[in-house]
């Protein structure tokens, strides 16, 4: 019997970590690991140890006896991996802790979404490393919490890493406190040895073109921000009056976009979907909602395992013109002579497997259009159409796969638009910023003063504000242990300097500024509260969206 590893991959790696057999990949010392959309387990070499069950945090492994019919798909997922990519066995020695100065070591870091976590985990596994994490918002988790779709559950079992850090002796919250308002960067740079800034990419990336300010016409980033309960998007103006939406892109945010916009709101009433979220859905009028992808069906962006789940949502069907699945030259060349890469050669065939499917009269539809790209919206005041052109392929650039316009545009009705072409970074104070890539300049999360410039000593970066909006919870992982290992070195080797003043007076110091801090406690009771509400609303949460009831909640006197 093998394991099977399934759609809640997360990528964290903890599993290839204590896998005896070295038969998960691709592992973090490999170069698919950064651009793999899950991780896989090889059936052949794995022996049912149950190791790597017990790590995953989000219950994404599964005994290949066990599986339900809906995931059954990914034991050939899993096996096509290693079709392609020759990979050995064997034990990964682990790696040798540091040896730290016998001084204490104090790091502030600014958010408290995975990469935050994932950096301070590597922190805090030394006693005399005193981490205390900055969040603007009463509740942690950033993404996880606030972007993670709430029909997804099991991806947000990551949480259970990241209370374990917060557990910690030796680690603080300051929920409910923005740096910049309650306390300066400068102020902490001279209170710490390191400042770790790891803001995310607050912002979308936005079409260009004519009509995207109209009402209606949103960033998707705003919109899953709405339904997951942010504070700052409660109130989010949203029409959903129209039959038809139209998502512009076709990653796994505008997949997640479109089958919200189409899932039955009794379902979604059983998750942590914001209330006000479930009461719009369930006066939507939007039984269609078409994805628009700029290139070919082998290049969306979404992963397989999204894909695929959407053919599992009741009462909605997935549809595909089998005209619209065009393959670029090269592709359909390595596609027939077997030599096509294993997770794209799987995209196809889903594809076609979806495009053979038949339609049920009276279901909502999710439809996939390839080679298409926006070029105008229109409306009076508010959307009320999508003009679009049609793309043919062209010739690329070293290996790239390029698409130009064709002559052949067409309108699609519709009164909803959502942009889902990405997230971008936008400049920290007090910290420089490339502007052309959306990040501080670092190497390996050290802040430089420009690209390929001078290290700041003891300021660093982690998170998309290090790399740019690209790569989950795993990559984070990566990422933010990348930066706190840099931390470590930087204090070994004495090139960050001591503060000059203490960290014990910033509890009083925001206090007096208007910050109304929430310690662990605090976040603790806030979460039991959430937790008490959903169980009487028949859900897993109900979550506070106002301000003020997070503040009511952590001092014990809400709800």
């Not at 078409?290 to 992963?303: E, K, M, P, S, Y």
């Not at 053979?356 to 279901?363: A, D, F, H, K, L």
């Not at 310690?519 to 859900?539: C, F, S, V, Y």
Request: some cysteine; proline content about 5%; charged content about 25%.
């Amino acid at each position: 019997m093998a394991h099977v590893i399934t759609r809640p991959c997360c990528n964290d790696a903890s599993c290839v970590a204590v896998c005896p057999v070295n038969c998960i990949h691709p592992t973090p010392d490999e170069p698919e690991f950064f651009t793999a959309e899950s991780l896989y387990i090889d059936p052949e070499t794995c022996i049912d140890c149950g190791a790597c069950i017990d790590e995953c945090p989000v219950e994404a492994i599964i005994p290949d006896d066990s599986l339900e019919e809906r995931d059954e798909p990914y034991l050939q997922i899993n096996a096509d991996y290693y079709k392609d990519h020759d990979v050995e066995g064997g034990l990964v020695p682990p790696k040798k802790a540091p040896q730290l100065p016998d001084k204490e070591l104090h790091v502030a870091i600014v958010g408290a979404g995975p990469a935050a976590f994932y950096a301070a985990e590597e922190l805090v596994r030394k006693q005399s490393v005193k981490v205390d994490m900055f969040e603007r918002l009463p509740a942690p988790y950033g993404l996880v919490r606030a972007g993670v779709a709430p029909d997804h559950a099991a991806t947000k079992g990551v949480e259970k890493t990241f209370a374990s850090v917060a557990a910690k002796k030796n680690f603080q919250y300051f929920l409910n406190v923005e740096v910049g308002k309650h306390i300066s960067h400068d102020e902490l740079v001279a209170r710490y040895h390191a400042v770790i800034y790891a803001v995310g990419a607050s912002t979308d990336k936005r079409l260009g073109v004519e009509g995207e300010d109209l009402r209606n016409s949103l960033p998707a980033t705003q919109f899953v921000a709405w339904y997951n309960g942010h504070p700052d998007y409660a109130d989010l103006d949203v029409d959903l009056s129209s039959e038809r939406a139209v998502v512009v892109g076709n990653g796994n945010v505008a997949l997640d976009v479109a089958r919200i916009l189409v899932s039955d709101p009794d379902e979604l009433a059983k998750t942590d979907i914001a209330d006000h979220a479930v009461a719009a859905l369930r006066e939507s009028n939007i039984s269609e909602v078409i994805l628009l992808g700029r290139r070919g069906v082998a290049q969306g962006a979404f992963t397989n395992s999204e894909f695929l789940a959407l053919g599992d949502v009741d009462g909605v069907d997935v549809v595909i013109d089998p005209d619209d699945l065009i393959l670029d030259d090269a592709t359909a060349a390595a596609l027939d002579d077997d030599t096509l890469d294993s997770t794209i050669a799987t995209k196809i065939r889903l594809a076609r497997e979806f495009s053979e499917r038949p339609q049920t009269p009276g279901n909502k539809r999710i439809v996939f259009k390839f080679l298409t790209s926006p070029v105008e919206i229109g409306g009076d005041g508010q959307v009320d159409r999508l003009t679009c052109v049609q793309n043919a392929y062209a010739d690329g650039v070293a290996g790239r796969i390029a698409v130009t316009p064709t002559e052949e545009r067409f309108d699609i009705d519709t009164g909803l638009v959502l942009r889902a072409i990405g997230y971008r970074g936008v400049p920290v104070t007090d910290l420089p910023f490339d502007e052309g890539r959306g990040v501080v300049p670092n190497t390996e999360g050290r802040v430089q003063d420009a690209a390929d410039g001078d290290v700041m000593p003891g300021l660093y970066v982690t998170g998309w504000i290090k790399r740019g909006a690209t790569g989950g919870i795993g990559m984070n992982r990566m990422c933010g242990h990348e930066t706190a290992e840099s931390v470590l070195a930087d204090f070994i080797n004495g090139s960050i300097a001591d503060p000059s003043s203490s960290r014990d007076d910033v509890a009083d110091l925001v206090a007096d500024r208007g910050a109304h801090r929430i310690a662990l406690d605090g976040w603790k009771a806030i979460d039991a509260a959430e937790k008490a509400a959903g169980r009487d609303a028949g859900k897993k949460r109900l979550k506070f969206v106002s301000i003020t009831d997070f503040e009511a909640a952590a001092a014990g006197t809400g709800r």
